[in-house]
C-alpha cells in the first residue's frame, strides 16, 4: 500500500487511498482494499463500509468499484458477519452486514451489467442468509431490495429462480414483515437494539422518530418483498406457488403506505398475477379479493387504474367472468363515464365494451348473469346509445332539457332545505334522466348531491356510487372537493377506513385550492373536520394495528393511547349534515350552474398538483416507501 498520511490511525486506510493522485495507483490500491478487507480484524472497519454506502447512494451508476471487486468485498463481508460472531459483536462491525447488503443493491439497481457481475461474484448466496433472518429484520430489508433488483433484469432473474427458496421466503416475508418490526422493536423501547435505532434515525433521535422511522421501514420491507414477488408474477411457471388462497386473500390489504412509486404493492401484484389466465382462476375464486379490487378501483388513488385492469381482465375471460360479474358490475358502471385516467385514455369506453361483451357471451343457464346486474348493464348501454342520439338533437333542444333539469334540481334544493331528504333524492334522480348526458358539469352536481342525501339516507353504499360517478365525470377525475368529502363519510359508515382515508386526503388538498367560495376561504387552513376524520381513519389503518392487536398493544377499538399515546385527539368529527353547514344552519347542495350549455367533451390541461398531500401523510404517519433512505 501506498504511504499513508502520519496523521491516519487506520493502517490501509480507505480514504487516504481514495486520495491518490495518480489514478493507476489508486485503481491498484482499491483493489488490493477491497482483496484484502475482508479478511482483516483491526478497528475502524465500519468507517470506509460506511463511506462506500454513501458514494453507492449517491452514484449508485459509476462504475469505478465495480471491476476492482466491490461485489466480491461486499458478499465477503456478509459471510463473515453471519459465521464470525465474535467479529460482528467487536467495536462497529454489527452495521457492516447491513451496509454491504445496501451497497449491493444500490449498485444493482438502475444498470443491468453491475448486476450481472454481481451474480458472477456470488452475491446471491450471502443475500439469501440474510434474506432467511439470520441477522435481524433490518438486514433482510436490505437483503430483499437487492434480490428484487437482481430478479428485474431478464440476464440475471434465471440465477436468482435457480435458488428456489427466495420466493417462498419472500412470501413469508410479505405476510408477516409487518409483525416482526411491531415486535422486534416498535413494541418494546428498552429492548431495542442500538444499532437499529442509529440506523433508523442516523443517530439524531428519539423514541418518537425511531418508531415513525420503523412504520417506514416495515412498509419498505412489506414493499420490497412484493417487488421481489412481482418478479416472480411476470413467469406463469411460478404462479403456482403464488396463487396460494392465504397469501392471495392478504394481497389487497398489503399497501405498504398509500402511496408508493417504487413498488407495486398488493394491488399491483395481483394486476400481474391477473394478467395471465393461469392467475386469473385463483383470484375469480375469492370473493373477498373481489370486493377489494371493487373498493380499490373505485378510489381516487394511484392504483386505482390496477384494480380496474384487475376487474377488466377477470370478466373479459370466459372462464372467470361468471363467477365476478355480479360484484364487478357494480363498481364497472360506476365507473364507466371516465374518459382519461393516467395513461389510459377512453377507459370508459373500454369498461362499456368490456360488459357489453360479458352481457352477451353470459346467456341462459347455470353461468348466466344475474338479472339485477343484467339491467344495470342494460341501463348503462341504454345511456351510451342515449349519449349518441343527442347528437342528432338540435342544441336548441338540449337546451331546452338542461333547463328542465335544472328546474328539477332547484326544486330537489328546496326539498333537502325543507328536510325532505328523500323527496330531494327523487328529484335529483328526475333531473338526471331529464339532463342531457353530454353536460357533465351539470350531471357532476347532481350525483354530488344525491349523494349527500343518500349519506342522510344511510345508503352508503348508494352514496359511494353516485359520488364516484360524480368524480369520473368531473374534469379532471377525481378531483370534485365534495364529492371526496361525502364517499369520505360513506367509506367511514362502512368502516372503510383506508379508502375514507385516501379521499379525506385528496379532499383537504383539494379544497385548499378550490375556487368555490364557501371552500376558498380555506387556502391556509385545513378544515377542522376533515382533520379529525384523517386522524380517525389513521389510528384504524394503524401500520402495525394487526401486529398490536394480536401482541396485546391495542385492546379495544378507538385506544388511542395504546397507539399513539395519550394526546391522541379522541374528538367527534361532523357528521353528513354537518359537514356542508351554512349560513342558515343547513346542510348545503351544490349548485354550480352554468349561463350556457357547454361540451364539456374538450380536452382541458389537467392542472392538479398535491403540495399538501406528503405534508399531510407526513404529520399522520402515512409512510412513503421510497427505495433509498
Known amino acids: 500500500m501506498d504511504k499513508i498520511p502520519s496523521d491516519c490511525p487506520y493502517p490501509g486506510c480507505f480514504f487516504c487511498v481514495m486520495k491518490e ?96 457481475t454481481a451474480v458472477h461474484a456470488g452475491i ?49 416475508l410479505a405476510m408477516s414483515s409487518l409483525e416482526i418490526v411491531y415486535s422486534h422493536f416498535h413494541q418494546y423501547v428498552d429492548r431495542r437494539l442500538s444499532y437499529h435505532c442509529d440506523l433508523l434515525t ?111 381482465w377477470l370478466i373479459q375471460d370466459p372462464s372467470t367472468c361468471h363467477k365476478v360479474i355480479d360484484k364487478a358490475a357494480p363498481a364497472l358502471i360506476d365507473l364507466a363515464e371516465i374518459s382519461t385516467l393516467g395513461d389510459h385514455k377512453k377507459l370508459g369506453d373500454s369498461i362499456v365494451n368490456a360488459l357489453q361483451e360479458c352481457l352477451q357471451s353470459l346467456g341462459t343457464g347455470r353461468n348466466s348473469i344475474g338479472s339485477c346486474t343484467k339491467e344495470q348493464i342494460e341501463e348503462l348501454l341504454n345511456s351510451r346509445q342515449r349519449l349518441k342520439l343527442e347528437k342528432s338533437i338540435p342544441k336548441e333542444d338540449l337546451h331546452i332539457k338542461q333547463a328542465a333539469a335544472l328546474v328539477v334540481k332547484l326544486e330537489g334544493n328546496s326539498l333537502f332545505s325543507s328536510g325532505d331528504i328523500s323527496g330531494a333524492a327523487a328529484k335529483y334522480s328526475e333531473a338526471l334522466a331529464l339532463c342531457p348526458m353530454r353536460s357533465k358539469k351539470e350531471r357532476v352536481v347532481l350525483y354530488s348531491n344525491r349523494a349527500q342525501c343518500r349519506l342522510l339516507l344511510q345508503q352508503p353504499w348508494e352514496a359511494i356510487s353516485d359520488a364516484t360517478r360524480a368524480l369520473c365525470l368531473h374534469n379532471p377525475p377525481n378531483r370534485h372537493v365534495k364529492s371526496l368529502w361525502r364517499r369520505a363519510q360513506a367509506y367511514d359508515m362502512l368502516g372503510l377506513a383506508k379508502e375514507s382515508l385516501l379521499d379525506a386526503i385528496l379532499f383537504i388538498n383539494d379544497c385548499s385550492q378550490s375556487n368555490v367560495p364557501d371552500l376558498s376561504t380555506r387556502q391556509s387552513k385545513v378544515p377542522d373536520y376533515a382533520e379529525r376524520l384523517v386522524k380517525k381513519q389513521m389510528r384504524v389503518a394503524w401500520l402495525f394495528r394487526d401486529a398490536a392487536i394480536k401482541h396485546g398493544g391495542v385492546h379495544y377499538e378507538g385506544d388511542v393511547a395504546d397507539i399513539y399515546g395519550q394526546d391522541g385527539d379522541d374528538s367527534e368529527w361532523e357528521t353528513a349534515s354537518e359537514s356542508d353547514i351554512g349560513n342558515d344552519g343547513r346542510a348545503e347542495m351544490d349548485d354550480d350552474d352554468d349561463s350556457e350549455w357547454k361540451d364539456d367533451d374538450d380536452e382541458r390541461k389537467d392542472k392538479y398538483k398535491k403540495p399538501l398531500v406528503k405534508e399531510i401523510k407526513h404529520k399522520y404517519k402515512v409512510q412513503l416507501a421510497d427505495d433509498e433512505s
Open 124 to 172: 446471491i448466496p450471502p443475500l439469501i442468509e440474510l434474506l432467511r433472518g439470520r441477522l435481524t429484520w433490518v438486514e433482510q430489508r436490505v437483503a430483499v431490495r437487492a434480490l428484487g433488483h437482481l430478479a428485474a433484469y431478464p440476464s440475471t432473474f434465471p440465477t436468482v429462480a435457480n435458488h428456489g427458496e427466495i420466493l417462498e421466503l419472500a412470501i413469508q
Open 202 to 312: 442516523r443517530g439524531m433521535g428519539g423514541v418518537e422518530m425511531e418508531s415513525r422511522k420503523a412504520e417506514e421501514w416495515a412498509s419498505q420491507l412489506q414493499c420490497w418483498s412484493l417487488q421481489l414477488i412481482n418478479c416472480y408474477a411476470f413467469k406463469p411457471e411460478f404462479l403456482s406457488v403464488i396463487c396460494k388462497p392465504e397469501f392471495l386473500i392478504k394481497l389487497p390489504g398489503m399497501w405498504g403506505g398509500l402511496v408508493n412509486e417504487n413498488s407495486p404493492a398488493g394491488i399491483g401484484l395481483l394486476g400481474t398475477i391477473c394478467h395471465h389466465k393461469l392467475g386469473r382462476g385463483p383470484v375469480a375464486n375469492s370473493p373477498s379479493i373481489i370486493e377489494a379490487l371493487c373498493n380499490i378501483a373505485r378510489s381516487s388513488d394511484d392504483w386505482q387504474y390496477m384494480a380496474i385492469d384487475c376487474l377488466l
Open 21 to 116: 493522485g495518480n489514478p493507476n495507483k489508486r485503481r491498484t490500491s482499491i483493489l488490493k482494499f477491497f482483496r484484502e478487507l475482508p479478511s482483516q480484524d483491526d478497528d475502524g472497519q465500519v468507517l470506509p463500509i460506511s463511506g462506500l454506502w454513501n458514494t453507492a447512494m449517491a452514484h449508485p451508476n459509476d462504475p469505478d468499484f465495480i471491476d476492482l471487486g466491490i461485489f466480491e468485498c461486499m458478499a465477503a463481508l456478509i459471510w463473515k458477519g453471519l459465521k464470525n460472531r465474535r467479529w460482528l459483536s467487536h467495536d462497529q462491525n454489527i452495521y457492516i452486514p447491513y451496509y454491504a447488503a445496501h451497497i449491493i443493491g444500490s449498485y444493482t439497481m438502475n444498470m443491468e451489467e453491475f448486476a450481472v
